[in-house]
């Protein structure tokens, strides 16, 4: 179970960030937001599924992190980043385990304060939205 955790994790993580880049590269998300696609009701729906499975997996991510800091961070983290931040959280936890006997602790056990990977991604992902929607006004 534990190498197929790890493999499925890796493979959205991969998928998330080939689509997000290919997406990227194709079209700027300022570009998306402001155009006449964002007025359909089911891009809104789907957007609508997206975050708040992103915030009830967050939910959890708030359980397992104990200071409010980080909890802050992985929130943004996660609302800016989506999956790619979420599969990375669940590969994080699954290579800290050494086998399937420790799997309990990667869904059990709180954490200590880590401020690397949660505020790396926080910084790079405001920086980016800020990047997109500044060059969408010249």
Excluded: C
Excluded at 6 to 28: C, D, E, H, K, N
Excluded at 77 to 88: E, F, P, T, Y
């Amino acid at each position: 179970m534990l190498p197929f955790l790890r493999l499925l994790f890796l493979a959205i993580f991969a998928a998330m960030l080939w689509v997000t880049s290919w997406a990227s590269v194709g079209q700027p998300l300022g570009e998306f937001i402001a155009g006449p696609v964002i007025r359909d009701r089911w891009v809104v729906a789907t957007l609508f599924d997206a975050y708040f499975a992103f915030i009830a997996f967050f939910v959890w991510v708030a359980w397992k992190e104990t200071t409010l800091a980080v909890r802050v961070l992985w929130f943004i983290a996660i609302i800016l980043w989506g999956n790619l931040a979420m599969s990375l959280y669940m590969l994080v936890e699954l290579f800290r385990i050494s086998g399937i006997g420790e799997l309990d602790h990667v869904f059990t056990r709180r954490n200590p304060p880590r401020f690397a990977l949660p505020g790396g991604l926080t910084a790079i992902g405001v920086a980016i939205y800020i990047l997109g929607f500044w060059s969408q006004l010249k």
